[in-house]
């Protein structure tokens, strides 16, 4: 891959002014699958299955099968189009877009073309500075997922150099909704940021209707940047790149910056931007060129013959309205007050992208003094070391796990973020690794005395000191006995024991 | 170009032929472009006894169908899945490399 | 041969239940039938010989036992291979399904099996159901039993030929453009294309899917009306399949066939389906088939649909562009053929299978679709086609307005010898000039004989079309139409076909094509129909 030359962004924004544009597509979260009742490995709950075991015979292209839209897929994603303030179509249809592919295994993908459910909205997205912006969404409109390949053989699972692929369908057919937005003019150097806030947005009001998992590590929800430059004072548009692959939001406001020194490098040097898909990747943090467009791109759309239009009952439309839950913002403000955080205290969790989990959290029984205090501290810093999204590492109900072991006296703090980082690594809840691996803070005073005891008798000079009222002297032994309890003790209570016992 | 007669071209069928995914035989190709030149040209009238206020029809009848209640149902085992496939390993379908990339 | 292969389904059906005959002997005479004659008529691709005699049995067990038994249990059936089948191979005669058992049922197959009905084997049709002739069978074509030199007709001439050459009392067939309805007229038999979305399309393997539907082939009008009532209905699985409740179309045909009388029915003459291109014999039976209805009492008319003409352009313009996305998934990937040579990449393996796997027409109408589809080209030619389809519709809309039922020969020849147009497109697409409308408006057609065409002795079918959900209708009319007939011809039309099987070998009629036999037809030069 070669390095990209890249312009400074002060100085790309300086002299280019750019144009964002985003598709993200949200996984819903039915039982069943967009055209099949094979069940949804995107599911609410759905454990991870052996390949190829939710597949039902349109979900792989069988001969003779026949897609059947699924009427909770319709309802989520009418509530989704009011969520984003869109008009919903009272008929919309499918059409079919034709492309050979392995994955896909119709060799065509049912889409919605023309006529979307879902058209002319708005999301209002709060930038870290607590400013708002208005993005201009286009429409949104319902489509299947395809199946997944492994590339075996090449260095690197990438598709390039790989020798074949594998292919798996169990995520053909999973309901898509597609979001797409008009372009968003006036970004400026906050174009990074906004890409961010408005992809979080879009999680936020997904997960407030509980129609999608909405995680992004686990494809739940991704995201397409579409950015272009134009030199200022250009009114035409200038050629766009679409960068695939961002999973997650760190990555979306990276990808968004590369993007933009990028282009701006070459278009200073005089050349020209190709229009093409880009590949990001999380490890370099930079994007690679894929497939340039072209007319291999003739997806001859046309109507889907198999499935007749939707045609929702304005009644529907109406019961879905009523039902929205209040809007992020609004959301926020209240849950803000609820927990009696300061502003910016409410603004580190937000900017954090960690409001959902915190939220999770305490819904779990935690604090939401302690819940802050672990997602912004601990998880956070391991989340910023590994550069992935806190809320990847961890699930909400092991924090309020680990936050009640604390609270009770089994872990001390320190014991505490030993037992996370075992949790990060997969090793089930803070419960299970602290019997496990033994964890548990020594409240046995019996074998604390004993520890203390071995100590003192081995240092008779700190015994003394202790005893002629150099209290400070007892350090030494308090960390012995820490030591020989391997940290799993309240270090205070073998303090207040060891004065005890060289008093006695 | 509706009213240009309509010729598809050896350069024609084979783009054609690539989208379609079909690797037809120099032979095939030369024979299909004079076959289709033809039967475009019959077909082509189409175009001249539709005016722009005529509606399209995509399906025969005009249907209403309720959508299918959100509840698992019909769905394959591996081995009926893996059933008719050429080539398979690991409960997964094998083809070879992929020069393409994903839509 | 025995005498039971001559009953009609509804003739067995009352034997079974009477207990004058079992299935099991039903079931065996047809396979002897088969085994006789199919060398020469080549009607099935696949036999189910001991599973079918094995169902059979299991019927005439319960039976025994006094189970509740459906009306037709024990009356064996014949498929077209375009219906999926979880226990024998579902290849639509093409290569590249060769093999391939699907792991469910068609619906339609669900239904017969539910009902008792036992599938015989599957029998032969066009490639995809590409065709007019069966020639385009990737494994070899079907012969007319009327005359083995020539077409049984298309797609389904399989089907047709088995119920005609008495394989099978009655069968499946599937009708994009005439599929059901040509091959029934070629052969002297019955066929019905139901309302669009009056059968599930579930596990039909897809030709067009605006245009398909699934339907009876039989000797009878109340034999297809029996299948009908029992394939037909709402299927969850079908999101265009209509969810209404259907009369009894065996109740409609055998009203019809009681009274005899078409008294009040208004019965329109589609001008446009009547032309000088119209053989001369096929001309004659139609005008007297018309004077038979009108003596029976019913109201015959001329009516105009303009844009039939058009028809056939905007048939040959949807259809493969629907085709050419319906069949992309037979890439090689998860079924089917696979071309593969070391180091090619999957797109190559695709393209290879693809060209080794798919037949001349396949891969004409693939690439046609393709065409019509494609950028720059999609309103021209497909956007169009739909159009036309509107104009379509609507000329059936007010012809409908004035009568009852529509009439037309079903082909404009009869049968035409093996070879003659498989090498011209034109000339093949231009068969389907009289069905195809129905399958472009939805509206549900039959098909049956009305006679031998004095110059080649060969049978000419009538057409009737009635109005969307009308099926019914067809059954009443078509049943009255038959019973005239029969009264006329002393019994059915398929009595007078030649002998079969015996002394001929298979190698005899695989002589050139269009070379009238010198003798095995057997048929009066003038057809006996006055």
Redesign the interface.
């Known amino acids: 891959m070669a390095t990209d030359v890249l312009m400074g962004f002060d100085e790309a924004l300086e002299r280019y002014e750019p144009v964002l544009g985003f598709e993200v597509h949200v996984e819903l979260s039915?039982?069943?699958k967009m055209f099949?009742?094979?069940?949804n490995p995107a599911a609410a709950g759905a454990e991870s299955a052996?390949?190829?075991?939710?597949?039902?015979?349109v979900d792989?292209?069988?001969?003779?099968?026949?897609?059947?839209?699924?009427?909770?897929?319709?309802r989520y994603s009418i509530s989704l189009g009011l969520a984003l303030g869109c008009s919903i179509a009272p008929s919309s249809r499918f059409a079919?877009?034709?492309?050979?592919?392995?994955?896909l295994?119709?060799?065509?993908?049912i889409s919605q073309f023309d006529e979307p459910i879902a058209f002319e909205g708005s999301v209002e997205v709060e930038l870290e500075d607590g400013s708002q912006l208005t993005v201009p969404i286009e429409r949104a409109h319902m489509e299947e997922d395809?199946g997944k390949?492994?590339?075996v053989g090449g260095a690197t699972g990438r598709?390039q150099g790989?020798?074949?692929?594998?292919?798996?369908?169990n995520r053909a057919g999973v309901p898509l909704v597609e979001i797409v937005t008009k372009p968003i003019y006036g970004a400026e150097h906050r174009a990074p940021e906004i890409a961010k806030a408005y992809v979080a947005t879009i999680r936020d009001i997904v997960r407030s209707l509980g129609i999608s998992e909405a995680r992004m590590e686990r494809g739940n929800l991704r995201c397409d940047a579409n950015v272009s430059l134009r030199p200022r004072g250009q009114q035409a548009l200038g050629t766009r790149t679409e960068t695939?692959n961002v999973n997650s939001l760190r990555s979306v406001e990276r990808a968004v910056r590369y993007e933009i020194q990028r282009q701006a490098a070459i278009l200073a040097a005089g050349g020209s931007i190709t229009q093409e898909?880009r590949h990001w990747h999380e490890d370099t943090g930079t994007t690679s060129a894929?497939?340039p467009k072209s007319?291999?791109d003739?997806y001859?759309?046309?109507?889907e013959?198999?499935?007749?239009p939707?045609?929702p009952a304005p009644e529907l439309i109406e019961e879905l309205r009523a039902a929205l839950p209040e809007s992020p913002a609004v959301f926020r403000r209240r849950l803000q007050a609820d927990y009696g955080f300061s502003d910016s205290e409410f603004r580190d969790i937000v900017n954090a992208g960690v409001l959902a989990e915190l939220q999770e959290t305490i819904a779990e029984g935690a604090a939401p003094a302690q819940a802050r205090k672990w997602w912004l501290g601990e998880i956070l810093r391991i989340a910023n070391a590994r550069g992935v999204d806190a809320g990847s590492l961890v699930s909400p109900l092991h924090v309020s796990e680990l936050i009640a072991l604390t609270e009770n006296g089994d872990l001390t703090d320190r014991l505490a973020r030993q037992v996370l980082e075992h949790v990060v690594a997969g090793e089930g809840s803070p419960e299970h690794v602290v019997a496990a691996r033994g964890l548990k803070v020594v409240s046995d005073d019996t074998a604390l005395i004993a520890a203390i005891d071995a100590a003192l008798a081995g240092q008779p000079d700190v015994l003394q000191k202790i005893r002629d009222g150099k209290v400070q002297a007892a350090g030494a032994v308090i960390g012995a006995v820490m030591k020989a309890m391997r940290g799993q003790a309240d270090a205070a209570r073998v303090r207040e024991l060891v004065l005890e016992r060289a008093s006695a | 170009m509706p009213d240009a007669p309509a010729v598809i071209t050896v350069a024609d069928v084979q783009?054609l032929a690539g989208?379609s995914?079909i690797a037809l035989s120099a032979e095939e190709v030369e024979h299909l472009a004079g076959e289709l030149t033809q039967i475009v040209e019959s077909v082509r009238r189409v175009q001249q006894v539709v005016t722009p206020d005529v509606p399209a029809t995509?399906?025969p009848l005009p249907?209403?169908?309720?959508?299918?209640?959100?509840?698992?149902?019909?769905?394959?085992?591996?081995e009926q899945?893996?059933s008719g496939a050429p080539a398979a390993?690991?409960?997964?379908?094998?083809?070879?490399?992929?020069l393409?990339?994903?839509? | 041969m025995s005498e039971l292969i001559r009953w009609s389904a509804a003739e067995l059906a009352e034997r079974l239940t009477a207990g004058d005959v079992s299935s099991v002997e039903a079931v065996r005479a047809h396979v002897d039938r088969i085994a006789e004659v199919d060398p020469d008529v080549h009607a099935f691709l696949h036999v189910a010989g001991d599973a079918a005699l094995a169902r059979a049995e299991q019927i005439d067990r319960q039976r025994a036992d006094g189970a509740e038994l459906g009306p037709l249990a024990g009356v064996p059936i014949a498929i077209k291979d375009v219906?999926?089948t979880k226990d024998m191979p579902?290849t639509?005669a093409s290569r590249i399904?060769e093999g391939?058992i699907?792991?469910?049922d068609?619906t339609p197959v669900a239904r017969l099996r539910a009902a008792g009905l036992v599938p015989l084997g599957k029998t032969n049709m066009d490639e995809f159901a590409m065709g007019s002739s069966t020639e385009h069978s990737a494994y070899g074509p079907t012969r007319n039993p009327w005359d083995l030199t020539r077409i049984p007709g298309g797609s389904g001439g399989g089907s047709a030929a088995a119920v005609a050459a008495f394989e099978a009392p009655v069968a499946l067939g599937s009708d994009t453009g005439g599929s059901i309805r040509q091959p029934a007229a070629v052969t002297g038999s019955v066929g019905v294309k139901p309302t669009y979305g009056g059968v599930s399309?579930?596990?039909?393997?897809?030709l067009?899917?605006?245009l398909d539907q699934v339907g009876p082939v039989s000797r009878a009008v109340l034999d297809a009306a029996l299948i009908h009532d029992v394939i037909g209905g709402h299927d969850?699985?079908?999101?265009?399949s209509i969810p209404d409740a259907w009369p009894s179309m065996a109740a409609a045909a055998r009203e019809g066939a009681a009274s005899g009388s078409l008294a009040g029915v208004r019965v329109g003459v589609v001008r446009q389906l009547n032309g000088d291109g119209f053989q001369a014999g096929v001309r004659q039976r139609f005008a007297e088939a018309l004077e038979r209805m009108a003596a029976a009492g019913a109201e015959v008319v001329e009516v105009e649909a303009p844009n039939f003409e058009h028809a056939i352009s905007a048939y040959y313009l949807i259809l493969p562009?629907?085709a050419?996305?319906n069949l992309?998934?037979y890439?090689s990937?998860?079924?089917g053929l696979r071309v593969e040579q070391a180091g090619s990449t999957?797109?190559q393996m695709?393209a290879r299978s693809r060209e080794a796997g798919f037949g001349p027409e396949v891969k004409r109408r693939i690439i046609l679709g393709?065409y019509a589809?494609?950028?720059g080209y999609?309103d021209a030619y497909?956007g169009s086609a739909q159009q036309v389809r509107t104009l379509v519709q609507r000329d059936f809309d007010a012809a409908f307005e004035q009568v009852d039922v529509l009439v037309s020969p079903s082909t404009p020849t009869t049968a035409f010898p093996l070879g003659q147009k498989v090498d011209d497109p034109m000339a093949m697409y231009l068969n389907d000039v009289t069905t195809i409308p129905a399958n472009l408006a939805g509206v549900p057609g039959m098909g049956l004989p009305i006679g031998l065409a004095p110059e080649d002795g060969l049978p000419v079918g009538l057409q009737i079309m009635a109005p969307a959900r009308q099926d019914a209708r067809l059954y009443r009319v078509g049943a009255v139409v038959e019973a005239l007939l029969e009264a006329e011809w002393g019994g059915p039309l398929l009595a007078q076909a030649p002998q079969l099987g015996g002394t001929r070998s298979p190698l005899q009629f695989a002589a050139t094509p269009g070379t009238a036999p010198a003798a095995g037809t057997g048929t009066e030069p003038d057809g006996g129909t006055r």
């Open positions: 039915t039982a069943t099949s009742s094979a069940p052996q390949p190829n075991t939710m597949v039902a015979p792989m292209g069988l001969p003779g099968a026949l897609p059947v839209v699924n009427a909770q897929a319709v079919r877009k034709n492309y050979f592919y392995p994955d295994g119709k060799n065509y993908q395809a390949l492994t590339h598709i790989a020798d074949h692929s594998l292919v798996d369908y695939k898909t894929g497939r007319d291999a003739d001859r759309y046309f109507p013959p198999d499935l007749l939707v045609r | 783009h989208l995914r995509s399906h249907l209403e169908g309720a959508p299918r209640p959100d509840v698992v149902g019909l769905v394959l085992t591996q899945v893996l390993r690991d409960g997964r379908f094998v083809v070879p490399a992929i393409g990339e994903e839509q | 219906l999926c579902s639509a399904l391939w699907p792991p469910y068609a399309r579930f596990g039909a393997i897809a067009a899917s605006s969850p699985l079908d999101a265009t562009a629907e050419s996305s992309a998934k890439d990937v998860r079924f999957t797109e695709m393709t589809l494609s950028a999609y497909y």
